[in-house]
């Protein structure tokens, strides 16, 4: 059973940062896309990032030049680093990997940035 597990979420004062880190098991084949995507209370989720197998990235625009994600295909793993946090950007941020047709989904990190 593929799981995705986010970890690195916290809070954090505005103006600082984070890195989120999101780490498969269960999965025998690499991931063709992973991102971030996030949902604030009351808010419907929201894709934050992307990245292909390739490198190629995309990024909400509210975060581009400040968040930056990255990813390790051989550990089929993702990250997220986020600089200069504003209080807007708290939210659960969940990990998201696609294969062919599939979409796998992480339970979720919460981010809490103070003002």
């Known amino acids: 059973q593929v799981q995705l597990v986010e970890s690195g979420g916290g809070l954090v004062q505005a103006g600082g940062s984070l890195r989120l880190s999101c780490a498969a098991s269960?999965?025998?084949?690499?991931?063709?896309?992973m991102g971030w995507d996030r949902q604030a209370p009351g808010k419907q989720r929201e894709l934050v990032a992307r990245?292909?197998?390739?490198?190629?990235?995309n990024y909400a625009d509210s975060v581009k030049g400040r968040f930056t994600i990255s990813r390790d295909s051989a550990k089929n793993s993702a990250y997220l680093q986020m600089n200069s946090l504003k209080p807007e950007d708290t939210a659960v941020y969940y990990c998201?990997?696609?294969?062919?047709?599939?979409?796998?989904w992480g339970q979720g990190t919460q981010v809490t940035v103070s003002s």
């Open positions: 269960g999965s025998i084949f690499s991931f063709n896309v």
């Open positions: 998201r990997g696609i294969y062919d047709t599939y979409i796998y």
């Open positions: 990245i292909t197998e390739g490198g190629e990235t």
